[in-house]
């Protein structure tokens, strides 16, 4: 018999991105809508623990279904879940600075610049960080006893072969869940690097020049490759 694979219906990242980052953090990324998914799945476990009973009185068909629970939730969390919101918040940065000159100096009644990454988008990135964080612990829930967990649920079903299967793809998926999460972020972080540093650029050099030549003080001396300087990311991070 095929194995059931629940629908895949991810996230629209389109429409996230849309939205903006305000309406993200109100909307998927509200606390209650990261806990729905939670809440929901740990029903699901206690559901198959009264269902297919515990430990070895469950034995291979109740690890089975236990695990399946696990890869399901893994899949939706993920893909369909936080990847999307993820990869949204890094394709809404802007990488490039403006055409124009910036008019400096700045105000300083005004607010500071956000150099290009709204501070919405690393509020974002913290609480995707947290929903992981709170997933596993729900979830997974390593060497908690007395959790009705998936860990615990699978470690005491005994040692067949089914249940040792069930018990090594639960901890495949924990592990492909967290890489491509943590690539994501990565790759996130990495970007507004980029756009942090090309703001900064932005400022220093093209506002020092168009101060320059309206006749104002320059911002700094050009040393080190003046204008064309340019500094990457993962430079900035060496």
Same mark, same amino acid.
């Given at each position: 018999? @095929?194995?059931?694979?629940?629908?895949?219906?991810?996230?629209?990242?389109?429409?996230?991105?849309?939205?903006?980052?305000?309406?993200?953090?109100?909307?998927? #990324?509200? /606390?209650?809508?990261?806990? /729905?998914?939670?809440?929901?799945?740990?029903? !699901? &476990?206690?559901?198959?623990? &009264?269902?297919?009973?515990?430990? +070895?009185?469950?034995?291979?068909?109740?690890? +089975?279904? $236990?695990?399946?629970?696990?890869?399901?939730?893994?899949?939706?969390?993920? @893909?369909?879940?936080?990847?999307?919101?993820?990869?949204?918040?890094?394709?809404? *940065?802007?990488?490039?600075?403006?055409?124009?000159?910036? /008019?400096?100096?700045?105000?300083?009644?005004?607010?500071?610049?956000?150099?290009? $990454?709204?501070?919405?988008?690393?509020?974002?990135?913290?609480?995707?960080?947290?929903?992981?964080?709170?997933?596993?612990?729900?979830?997974?829930?390593? =060497?908690?006893?007395?959790? =009705?967990?998936?860990?615990? #649920?699978?470690?005491?079903?005994?040692?067949?072969?089914? $249940? =040792?299967?069930?018990?090594?793809?639960?901890?495949?998926?924990?592990?492909?869940?967290?890489?491509? *999460?943590?690539?994501?972020?990565?790759?996130?972080?990495?970007?507004?690097?980029?756009? #942090?540093?090309?703001?900064?650029?932005?400022?220093? $050099?093209?506002?020092?020049?168009?101060? !320059?030549?309206?006749?104002?003080? +320059? *911002?700094?001396?050009?040393?080190?490759?003046?204008?064309?300087?340019?500094?990457?990311?993962?430079?900035?991070?060496?």
């Amino acid at each position: 018999m @095929q194995e059931y694979s629940a629908p895949l219906v991810p996230l629209d990242k389109e429409a996230l991105k849309r939205s903006g980052f305000t309406e993200i953090l109100s909307g998927p #990324l509200k /606390q209650s809508v990261l806990r /729905q998914p939670l809440i929901d799945a740990t029903d !699901s &476990l206690a559901r198959a623990s &009264l269902m297919f009973g515990k430990g +070895r009185e469950g034995g291979e068909g109740a690890a +089975r279904v $236990v695990a399946t629970i696990y890869k399901q939730m893994c899949t939706f969390y993920g @893909q369909a879940f936080l990847y999307p919101i993820i990869e949204a918040l890094q394709e809404m *940065l802007k990488t490039s600075a403006p055409n124009s000159a910036p /008019q400096l100096p700045f105000d300083e009644e005004q607010p500071a610049h956000d150099l290009g $990454v709204d501070s919405a988008m690393w509020v974002g990135l913290e609480r995707i960080h947290s929903a992981a964080k709170s997933f596993d612990r729900e979830m997974w829930a390593e =060497n908690k006893k007395e959790s =009705n967990r998936v860990w615990e #649920l699978l470690a005491t079903s005994g040692d067949s072969t089914g $249940v =040792n299967n069930a018990i090594a793809m639960a901890r495949e998926c924990r592990v492909e869940f967290f890489t491509e *999460l943590e690539n994501r972020g990565e790759d996130a972080i990495f970007r507004a690097l980029d756009t #942090l540093s090309a703001h900064i650029q932005w400022i220093l $050099v093209t506002g020092s020049e168009a101060m !320059s030549s309206g006749g104002g003080a +320059r *911002l700094f001396g050009m040393a080190g490759g003046g204008a064309s300087a340019s500094v990457s990311s993962k430079s900035m991070l060496l």
